[in-house]
T-cell receptor
């Protein structure tokens, strides 16, 4: 079945460091891929998405490229800020499934220190 | 900007009690979902709902769970007899034709 495997955390970085959070997926169809962010005490917010191979999603300095050949959707940011401290979830939605349910990774907690 | 809202933000209940978690999806959305996140674990799909009926449900969504859209705006998740392992964050989501928008969640604590 469909699944998402996400890099284990927690991750601690200094401000302005480069961030990579790895995400790979397994899907039977042609999924859309997402990164969601959960700030402390808040719900899930869509960070970026990509709906087909080679698409690049980007938002707030974060980027991720849909790589079908490696079934990956790694999240990157060139220079993290303290305000980026949150939990990041990789997810997929397989359009072949009724209801388009989401499959989430386990989440990666990021802490950015000044 | 339209958003999904959920009430209450935190619910504490005794084991064996019934709880109803409430969600107000975005008004023109047609598909509705419940997910849960046990502390420290991944977000798991529970159920999807479309056209006033369940379209898909996971193994977690057993007979203790039910969903309802009692009026044109609310979407509820009922747990009939709560167990300790039902303690989790419950997220509601809705969508029209695009991706899902998630609510802020209800933290359910079963004592």
């Amino acid at each position: 079945g469909d699944s998402v495997t996400q890099m284990e955390g927690p991750v601690t970085l200094s401000e302005e460091a480069f961030l990579t959070i790895n995400c790979t997926y397994t899907a039977t169809g042609y999924p859309s891929l997402f990164w969601y962010v959960q700030y402390p005490g808040e719900g899930l917010q869509l960070l970026l998405k990509a709906t087909k191979a080679d698409d690049k999603g980007s938002n707030k300095g974060f980027e991720a490229t849909y790589r079908k050949e490696t079934t990956s959707f790694h999240l990157e940011k060139g220079s993290v800020q303290v305000s980026d401290s949150a939990v990041y979830f990789c997810a997929l939605s397989d359009g072949a499934n009724t209801g388009n349910q989401f499959y989430f990774g386990t989440g990666t907690s990021l802490t950015v220190i000044p | 900007e339209p958003e999904v809202t959920q009430t209450p933000s935190h619910q504490v209940t005794q084991m064996g009690q019934e709880v109803i978690l409430r969600c107000v999806p975005i008004s023109n959305h047609l598909y509705f979902y419940w997910y849960r996140q046990i502390l420290g674990q991944k977000v798991e799909f529970l159920v999807s709902f479309y056209n006033n009926e369940i379209s898909e449900k996971s193994e977690i969504f057993d007979d203790q769970f039910s969903v309802e859209r009692p009026d044109g705006s609310n979407f509820t998740l009922k747990i009939r007899s709560t167990k300790l392992e039902d303690s989790a964050m419950y997220f509601c989501a809705s969508r029209s034709t695009g991706w899902q928008f998630f609510g802020p969640g209800t933290r359910l604590t079963v004592l």
